[in-house]
């Protein structure tokens, strides 16, 4: 029987000593109250809670679990790795490995660097556009995500004008709007950053029309700035290169993080030769960027990325899981509108501005074992198999029973209301 005892109890405790009780992408505050923010152990495709609730994890921690938690030929390297020595004084000879391996497995990388996040990795993007022909104005499409660092966090407490002075925003999937940018800026564009897909919060995605994938290469052929393609959130889960590789246009810079070690804390720049002066003149660094336990996880994870079907194996759970829910969705009286690749779906329900239906439909799931992100996109792993898309849709079919009871009292929830209100 779900309860969330402890888990209110920690939230409290919390709410003391954490800004908000937790601050950043994987805060509950905008989610249902239901949502538990702490989570105690994770196997496979599943996580649990601080009261001892498992779940279907269909959220694989915003992106990184690729091929399920805890997959054993990964974990087996990070431990062999982390025998030997992690952060040392310098990074371990596997460093070139790994950089190795991805110019290998990226069509458009010439060389590698690593780091963190994702943040630290747009960041970089934006330094070695800058550096490349010192020039300082950046493209970037309106309301896409490229991380919490002033340049782009999305929420404006803190910044000041000045961080964003350099920054001009185009709209996302419009080559006129692009070519207006580079026509208005002639001369000073640095780069234009540009996710693979449009996969953000509360929007249906979509993938981009190549038009604007062509046109937004050959304005920064023409331009001398580069192209910045951010796999951030999709790198390996829709290709296992760039993700605009089989749209056939190359980036100069590609950011890649979350997915690429399967967990471990890495992410990377991947550049070409065009951008090697430019990434050879910047100043970057941070004191855990080198440790070689998250590279050498990195290294298993493109082995796997490289030898295994997980790419095909993700988009059929996907498809099956899409497919079930639409079914489902139909026969209790819902429409859907599910959007974006079967792998990252984005799961939202018909004629629902302010998200009650989803969010209570989230909350009927959750008592039933199955956490699906009302607003985020989900992510697909290789261990969401068979067996566990039937496990999920057996509950999802109570939840949209449950949901027939409950939606007629259903609210918008008040944080959110607050946030979109702005
Ligand atoms: C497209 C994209 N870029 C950048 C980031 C930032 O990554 P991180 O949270 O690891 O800094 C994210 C995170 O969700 C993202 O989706």
Redesign the pocket.
């Given at each position: 029987m779900w309860s969330n005892t402890k888990g209110r109890e920690l939230k409290e405790r919390a709410l003391r000593v954490i800004p908000n009780g937790m601050y950043?992408?994987e805060s509950t505050r905008l989610l249902p109250e239901e949502f538990p923010q702490f989570f105690s152990q994770a196997e496979g495709a599943k996580i649990w809670d601080a009261d001892g609730n498992s779940y279907v994890d269909f959220v694989c921690a915003?992106?990184p679990n690729l091929f399920g938690h805890g997959y054993a030929p990964i974990e087996e390297a990070a431990r062999r790795q982390q025998m030997l020595g992690d952060t040392m004084t310098g990074p371990s000879e596997i460093m070139v490995d790994l950089a190795e391996a991805f110019v290998s497995q990226v069509a458009h990388a010439d060389w590698a660097m690593f780091c963190?996040?994702?943040?630290?990795?747009?960041t970089m993007a934006m330094t070695v556009a800058r550096a490349h022909r010192n020039r300082k104005i950046i493209l970037y499409a309106k309301g896409?995500?490229?991380?919490?660092a002033p340049w782009?966090t999305p929420r404006p407490a803190g910044i000041i004008p000045e961080d964003r002075a350099a920054i001009v925003y185009y709209e996302y999937n419009d080559p006129e709007s692009l070519a207006d940018a580079f026509k208005q800026y002639d001369g000073q564009v640095a780069g234009v950053f540009a996710?693979p897909i449009r996969?953000e919060v509360f929007i249906d995605n979509f993938e981009p029309d190549l038009k604007y994938v062509q046109t937004a290469r050959r304005l920064c052929d023409e331009n001398d700035a580069l192209l910045i393609v951010?796999?951030?959130?999709?790198g390996f889960r829709l290709a296992r290169g760039c993700s605009w590789e089989p749209l056939g246009v190359l980036p100069d810079l590609a950011?890649f993080?979350?997915a690429i070690a399967n967990g471990y804390p890495i992410?990377a720049l991947l550049g070409s030769d065009k951008a090697r002066a430019a990434a050879q003149e910047i100043f970057v660094t941070g004191s855990f960027w080198f440790s070689a336990t998250p590279m050498a996880a990195a290294i298993e994870t493109l082995h796997q990325i490289r030898t295994t079907d997980y790419l095909e194996k993700t988009k059929e759970a996907g498809a099956a899981l899409r497919a079930g829910l639409d079914q489902q969705a139909a026969a209790h009286g819902f429409q859907l509108r599910q959007t974006g690749p079967a792998e990252m779906p984005q799961i939202l329900f018909a004629e629902d501005p302010d998200f009650r239906i989803g969010y209570a439909w989230s909350v009927e799931c959750l008592k039933r074992g199955v956490y699906l992100h009302p607003y985020h996109n989900q992510f697909m792993s290789l261990a969401h198999d068979e067996r566990i898309i039937a496990e999920t849709l057996a509950a999802t079919d109570l939840a949209f029973e449950a949901l027939k009871g409950t939606v007629g009292s259903a609210e918008p929830n008040p944080n959110l209301m607050k946030l979109l209100a702005h």
């Amino acid at each position: 029987m779900w309860s969330n005892t402890k888990g209110r109890e920690l939230k409290e405790r919390a709410l003391r000593v954490i800004p908000n009780g937790m601050y950043g992408h994987e805060s509950t505050r905008l989610l249902p109250e239901e949502f538990p923010q702490f989570f105690s152990q994770a196997e496979g495709a599943k996580i649990w809670d601080a009261d001892g609730n498992s779940y279907v994890d269909f959220v694989c921690a915003y992106g990184p679990n690729l091929f399920g938690h805890g997959y054993a030929p990964i974990e087996e390297a990070a431990r062999r790795q982390q025998m030997l020595g992690d952060t040392m004084t310098g990074p371990s000879e596997i460093m070139v490995d790994l950089a190795e391996a991805f110019v290998s497995q990226v069509a458009h990388a010439d060389w590698a660097m690593f780091c963190k996040n994702g943040t630290d990795a747009t960041t970089m993007a934006m330094t070695v556009a800058r550096a490349h022909r010192n020039r300082k104005i950046i493209l970037y499409a309106k309301g896409t995500y490229h991380g919490a660092a002033p340049w782009c966090t999305p929420r404006p407490a803190g910044i000041i004008p000045e961080d964003r002075a350099a920054i001009v925003y185009y709209e996302y999937n419009d080559p006129e709007s692009l070519a207006d940018a580079f026509k208005q800026y002639d001369g000073q564009v640095a780069g234009v950053f540009a996710t693979p897909i449009r996969h953000e919060v509360f929007i249906d995605n979509f993938e981009p029309d190549l038009k604007y994938v062509q046109t937004a290469r050959r304005l920064c052929d023409e331009n001398d700035a580069l192209l910045i393609v951010d796999d951030v959130r999709a790198g390996f889960r829709l290709a296992r290169g760039c993700s605009w590789e089989p749209l056939g246009v190359l980036p100069d810079l590609a950011c890649f993080g979350k997915a690429i070690a399967n967990g471990y804390p890495i992410s990377a720049l991947l550049g070409s030769d065009k951008a090697r002066a430019a990434a050879q003149e910047i100043f970057v660094t941070g004191s855990f960027w080198f440790s070689a336990t998250p590279m050498a996880a990195a290294i298993e994870t493109l082995h796997q990325i490289r030898t295994t079907d997980y790419l095909e194996k993700t988009k059929e759970a996907g498809a099956a899981l899409r497919a079930g829910l639409d079914q489902q969705a139909a026969a209790h009286g819902f429409q859907l509108r599910q959007t974006g690749p079967a792998e990252m779906p984005q799961i939202l329900f018909a004629e629902d501005p302010d998200f009650r239906i989803g969010y209570a439909w989230s909350v009927e799931c959750l008592k039933r074992g199955v956490y699906l992100h009302p607003y985020h996109n989900q992510f697909m792993s290789l261990a969401h198999d068979e067996r566990i898309i039937a496990e999920t849709l057996a509950a999802t079919d109570l939840a949209f029973e449950a949901l027939k009871g409950t939606v007629g009292s259903a609210e918008p929830n008040p944080n959110l209301m607050k946030l979109l209100a702005h």
